[in-house]
């Protein structure tokens, strides 16, 4: 079943990061299983990931790692979990595949697709893949270990 739109301003609660460094602008779905969000930051000369005035498709790495993110968020949040939600980080990037060599020169927004593969009490897997329109961007699986 998936959940309401989800806007900008309401994010960054959703995230470790603050301010520039929140690279999604909307969440457009999401079902305990999958979340779909959206960015156009990767046009910004600002961002905070580019290097050399350029951002590497690798970057997308953390924008998955932010859809992720957000929604082990919110899936704790619909499960009415208390307490403050713990902290993670990725521990494994594998099956990544980029298929152009840079983000600032996609015209159009990003969509961010993530998938849950597997869920344990000290982390989950992730399936995710990226496109601007209709360009593949980069695709791959995130291991994303929580702290204890």
């Known amino acids: 079943m998936s959940k309401s739109q ?30 779909v969000c959206t960015a156009k930051s990767h046009k910004y000369p600002d961002n905070p990931l580019r290097s050399l005035d350029r951002l590497s498709s690798m970057a997308g790495i953390e924008y998955a790692a932010q859809a992720m993110a957000a929604h082990a968020r919110l ?24 298929f152009v060599p840079r983000l600032d ?6 969509t961010i697709k993530v998938n849950l593969l597997d869920s344990t009490g000290d982390g989950s897997l992730y399936f995710f893949s990226i ?18």
């Open 105 to 110: 020169n996609l015209a159009d927004d990003l």
């Open 131 to 148: 496109h601007s329109r209709d360009v593949e961007v980069i695709e791959g699986q995130l291991l994303v270990m929580l702290e204890k």
């Open 6 to 35: 989800i806007a900008h301003q309401d994010i960054p609660a959703l995230l470790p990061h603050k301010g520039g460094m929140v690279l999604i602008d909307t969440i457009k779905s999401w079902s305990d299983e999958q979340i």
């Open 75 to 98: 899936r704790i949040s619909e499960q009415d979990q208390q307490g403050e939600p713990q902290h993670g980080f990725v521990a494994v990037a594998s099956k990544v595949n980029c």
